[in-house]
């Protein structure tokens, strides 16, 4: 059984910084492309950030970029995303999923991804 568990998010001030982890059971992250995926209330899904199987590959939305980072310890069998200056437009619960294509991770298409977390509610205050 394939399992991904979100984790780290919380309530933080404009300009705050979370960390969160995505963990894996069942399976190793090794062979995998992870992505970051977020919705926030009346909006769609949108993809975050997508990180390749080895680390040495990611790929960050326009929205997020040169605020978020994405890294992963394939010992520890966790991916984890950095958020700092957050602003309140990055309020949604944010989801990670595998995917083995290398095209929907840099697409950031979520279609592609499976093994979809519980997710974890990020909230950021004006």
């Known amino acids: 059984q394939l399992q991904l568990v979100e984790s780290g998010g919380g309530l933080v001030h404009t300009g705050g910084s979370l960390r969160l982890s995505c963990a894996a059971s069942g399976f190793t992250l090794d062979y995998y492309f992870i992505g970051w995926f977020r919705q926030a209330p009346g909006k769609e899904r949108e993809g975050v950030s997508c990180?390749?199987?080895?680390?040495?590959?990611?790929t960050f939305a326009d929205s997020v970029k040169g605020r978020f980072t994405i890294s992963r310890d394939n010992a520890k069998n966790t991916v984890y995303l950095q958020m700092n200056s957050l602003k309140p437009e990055d309020t949604a619960v944010y989801y990670c999923a595998d995917s083995f294509l290398k095209r929907h991770c840099l697409g950031l298409r979520g279609p592609g991804f499976s093994s979809w977390g519980q997710g974890t509610q990020v909230t950021v205050s004006s």
């Open positions: 990180i390749s199987s080895r680390g040495d590959s990611t």
